[in-house]
């Protein structure tokens, strides 16, 4: 295995810090001592639990505890030379005197030969020592070694429970597809959670694989795993829109044997609020069967500056991990607008989410979905960014009678018994979400009536509703207009 190359390069190449970010702390600290061994170097590891020791041989252990900074004066001070491991020294990186006494150990480094090696899950360098830093990269396991790992896995079991683990080719596949992108450790703790649970691997346990991983590879709010998709026929109209995509399914599964064909990048869905984006965007991932992944862009704001980005970058590419897979950036306006109050960090962010757009090579889908157009920056709806940009209009009457069907019909009632043509001419103007609540409203009134629905108290309902595109009708003008230009329809 080379797994160690690259650190062992960083190493000879007289860096003085290197980082390495990783949930594998013993694997990592393990390659260090050997590489420490290979060059005739001490390798010493710090914990604040354990303080400082000797790593690579085992001297009985002194009293040798010391803290955050007594650790460093004991290193600057000692001048021996050695690779000494910081284990997750990271939350330290703050304080004035602990950063200036790393960039003393740092300088030194020629004389004293003094390697530092910060391991930590995830490691942010202030500025003063990012320039005396390198990082070293672990590539992931490949098919073949997950395929391995997956097969080791099943022999275990066999073992423990005397029988084969039931599996099929197909489930097989899909599981060693969606170990892609983690560590080989990760990608043995994934599947033991397959196949432990009930000795198969089957298709059923492939979403809680993804849950499992997603968790693994993220643990915060800025991209969540959305068990929820939907399908078409729970979305009334937007039938360009389905059209379009049914398309572009067999290329974006790589099926096609459309060589000439671009695989599908993204679209945008812009549209009056409770049209129906939200849902759709969901139903894109329904109507490829994969993974849906929301990218929460509010959440991608952080507090250390020069993080946001950050966060985007990995969001991104744990998308790309998951591939093939639909990333949906639900009103993606919020997280980029065009103010130049912060500093140029939604520049910076929407720079960055334009490049991975443009670059990406993996069949990661991005749905993005607009309420406000005034929000959205013009590089973003550009043409050639998305494949397309569609327009989500206010239903017609004809989709309208679709959307009272669906909703009538979800909520266990008989559409037969509904006259949904009137419905519809009484709804002029309202969104889907606003038919639905009219059903909803209706249905809990003649439950507290006891009664059972009828048309006229869904039409009572209509009456009483001032849409929002009545309300706020020049803006959604304005957005009609703005739209026709530069979008096309969905519906
Ligand atoms: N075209 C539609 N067909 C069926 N239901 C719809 C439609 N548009 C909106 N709805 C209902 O309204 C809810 C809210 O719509 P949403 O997708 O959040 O709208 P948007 O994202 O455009 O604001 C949906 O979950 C769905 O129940
Ligand atoms: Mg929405």
Not at 35 to 43: H, N
Not at 106 to 118: R, Y
Not at 125 to 148: D, G, I, Q, V, Y
Not at 180 to 188: I, N, P
Request: charged fraction near 25%; glycine fraction near 6%.
């Amino acid at each position: 295995m080379s797994e160690g190359h690259d650190l062992e390069l960083l190493i000879k190449s007289h860096h003085p810090i290197i980082l390495i970010e990783s949930h594998e702390e013993p694997r990592m600290l393990q390659l260090i001592s050997r590489i420490g061994i290979k060059q005739y170097k001490p390798v010493y590891r710090w914990s604040i639990t354990d303080g400082l020791k000797r790593q690579d041989i085992d001297l009985g252990s002194g009293d040798d505890k010391a803290d955050e900074e007594e650790v460093l004066w004991k290193i600057r001070d000692g001048q021996n030379e050695g690779i000494y491991v910081l284990c997750d020294y990271h939350p330290y990186l703050t304080k004035p005197l602990l950063i200036r006494l790393l960039k003393d150990i740092a300088l030194a480094h020629e004389q004293s030969k003094i390697t530092l090696v910060m391991l930590s899950h995830r490691i942010t360098l202030p500025p003063e020592l990012s320039r005396l830093a390198a990082s070293a990269k672990f590539s992931m396991p490949t098919r073949a070694e997950l395929e391995n790992i997956v097969k080791e896995t099943a022999r275990e079991w066999r073992q423990r429970h005397k029988q084969s683990v039931k599996t099929d080719q197909e489930s097989f596949n899909l599981l060693i597809q969606n170990l892609s992108g983690v560590t080989t450790e990760d990608a043995r703790r994934l599947a033991r959670t397959a196949i432990f649970n009930d000795g198969s691997i089957s298709a059923s346990d492939i979403p809680m694989v993804m849950k499992a991983k997603h968790n693994l590879l993220r643990g915060d709010e800025v991209l969540s795993f959305e068990f929820d998709t939907a399908r078409f026929s729970d979305v009334g109209g937007l039938s360009r829109l389905k059209g379009w995509l049914e398309q572009r399914k067999p290329v974006f599964h790589g099926e096609a044997d459309a060589a000439s064909l671009d695989p599908p990048k993204g679209i945008m869905l812009l549209g009056v609020q409770g049209g129906g984006k939200s849902l759709a965007a969901k139903a894109v991932a329904g109507l490829f069967s994969v993974p849906l992944l929301r990218l929460d862009f509010a959440n991608i704001y952080n507090k250390y500056h020069g993080e946001s980005e950050r966060n985007l970058r990995e969001s991104l590419s744990t998308a790309e991990a998951m591939a093939p897979c639909v990333l949906w950036i639900d009103e993606i306006e919020k997280g980029i607008s065009t103010g130049s109050s912060d500093g140029g960090t939604s520049q910076r962010i929407l720079g960055t989410l334009l490049t991975w757009m443009a670059e990406k090579k993996q069949p990661v889908f991005l749905v993005a979905t607009a309420n406000d157009i005034e929000r959205l920056p013009a590089e973003l709806v550009r043409k050639g960014r998305f494949d397309e940009i569609f327009f989500v209009d206010l239903p017609d009457k004809a989709v309208r009678q679709e959307i009272f069907a669906i909703h009538l019909a979800r909520r266990e009632q008989d559409v037969t018994r509904f006259n949904t043509a009137v419905l519809a001419e009484m709804s002029e103007g309202f969104s889907g979400a606003e038919i639905e609540q009219a059903v909803v409203s209706a249905l809990y009134a003649t439950h507290a009536q006891g009664s059972t629905l009828e048309n006229h108290h869904i039409e009572e309902e209509l009456l009483g509703t001032r849409p929002l595109s009545v309300v706020m009708y020049e803006k959604v003008d304005y957005l009609r207009q703005w739209a026709s230009e530069r979008t096309v329809p969905a519906g």
